[in-house]
């Protein structure tokens, strides 16, 4: 994740049940997030203390902690050592590191698929309209 970036936290000792989250830029998981949805379009961090169960639509995604569900991801998946992951990616590429606990499948996809999944949700479509008209992504060519 860039460190200059504006980005969303969730401290750990927090727990969101049954939310959505939606954002432009980065977001970083310390607490939990059970049963829930998270939408952005940029990086997702799970850190070591981090819980994310549920869907999560995003530009890349690093799993430091624990992740279970269904993601799609546009760009790359990262793995880290200890890190504990169950449910279905499909992402552009994935780095696995030695160590890591990968249960149930994960598959990856051409870029092309996986922009088709991201715009056949309705959530993720209108954050790419709003994130478009900001400051941080240029406007789209008519």
């Known amino acids: 994740m860039n460190e200059n970036s504006n980005f969303a936290i ?3 000792g927090m727990t969101v049940i049954r939310g959505s989250i939606t954002n432009r830029n980065g977001l970083v998981i310390y607490g939990r997030i059970l049963r829930g949805s998270v ?3 940029s990086d997702v961090v799970v850190e070591e203390s981090g819980v994310l169960e549920g869907k999560l639509l995003a ?16 760009g790359t998946v990262t793995l ?6 169950k449910g279905a ?6 780095i696995i590191e030695e160590g890591a606990v990968i249960s149930d ?10 922009l088709d999944k991201l715009r056949a949700d309705k959530t993720y479509c ?3 309209k709003l994130g478009a008209r900001t ?3 240029p406007a789209a060519k008519q």
């Not at 799993?63 to 991801?73: E, H, L, N, Y």
């Not at 880290?80 to 992951?85: A, I, M, N, W």
């Not at 990616?89 to 994935?94: A, N, R, V």
């Open 39 to 41: 939408t952005s379009l």
């Open 80 to 85: 880290r050592k200890g890190c504990f992951v």
């Open 126 to 128: 209108e954050l790419e």
């Open 135 to 137: 400051p941080e992504a």
């Open 10 to 12: 969730i401290s750990e």
């Open 59 to 74: 530009k890349s995604f690093e799993v430091k902690g624990k992740f279970s569900g269904s993601a799609v991801v546009r």
């Open 105 to 114: 499948s994960t598959h990856t996809l051409g870029e092309k698929l996986i």
């Open 89 to 94: 990616i499909d992402c552009g590429s994935i």
